[in-house]
């Protein structure tokens, strides 16, 4: 059974600063993706990642992924205070038929 | 482009009613359309996978007479939640998907069941 951990679950930070979500999952999976939830929103698709040592940018977030370690990180660089959110990563097996299982989410709060 | 609505938005029903959800892929042809349930705080749970003209999928767990899914075009799936208690209010989300691409998500419904 897939599994995918997120950490941490919950982050408070302020204005400026730098952090990383991490998110880890069990087995060989052939894409990684990042969402942020805004409340009472459905999901808004940030980043896809497809092989080993890809990474992506957007703005004040980065996505890597470590398919070797199993490990995806999503990476924050000077904090705004529209960042706030809920972000999950999710994995996706095709071997499954596409199904994607989610991280428990990171709700990040940037205190101005 | 691969915009997905749902409708309704919202919905408040009284428990033992039955209640249908729609999630339409409004640009493209969706071979695959999955829903997913949310819980306040929680992550996303899978709840069934639907292919057009075929029988739905469930995840281990979930009941099939409960939740009732129809992906009877190409452009539309349907989740019926029959005879809703209180327990099934949710955020429920659709997305879907063409092969092996990319899911794209709809707006989601929020279910309240008095």
């Known amino acids: 059974e897939l599994k995918v951990e997120q950490n941490p679950l919950f982050l408070s930070m302020q204005e400026g600063k730098n952090y990383t979500i991490y998110c880890n999952y069990s087995?060989?999976?052939?894409?990684l993706y990042w969402y942020r939830q805004d409340p009472g929103k459905s999901l808004e698709s940030l980043f896809v990642l497809l092989s080993n040592g890809a990474v992506k940018q957007e703005g004040r977030l980065m996505a890597s992924l470590d398919t070797k370690a199993r490990l995806s990180t999503l990476h924050i660089t000077a904090a705004v205070h529209d960042l706030s959110a809920t972000y999950f990563c999710a994995v996706e097996i095709m071997e499954y038929g596409n199904k994607l299982v989610f991280g428990a989410g990171t709700i990040l709060r940037v205190k101005s | 482009g691969a915009v997905v609505s749902q409708h309704p938005s919202r919905v408040i029903c009284k428990s033992g009613t039955s209640v249908k959800i729609e999630c339409r892929s409004l640009d493209f042809q969706a071979t695959t359309m999955f829903w997913y349930r949310q819980f306040p705080k929680q992550s996303l749970m899978l709840m069934a996978t639907s292919n057009e003209g075929s029988k739905a999928t469930y995840e281990q767990g979930v009941e099939k007479d409960k939740f009732l899914i129809n992906h009877a075009s190409l452009t539309l799936s349907t989740l019926t939640v029959t005879s809703a208690h209180p327990e099934d209010s949710s955020f429920y989300i659709c997305?879907?998907?063409?092969?092996?691409?990319?899911?794209?998500f709809g707006p989601g419904t929020r279910l309240t069941v008095l």
């Open positions: 087995t060989t999976s052939d894409r």
């Open positions: 997305s879907a998907s063409i092969g092996a691409d990319t899911q794209y």
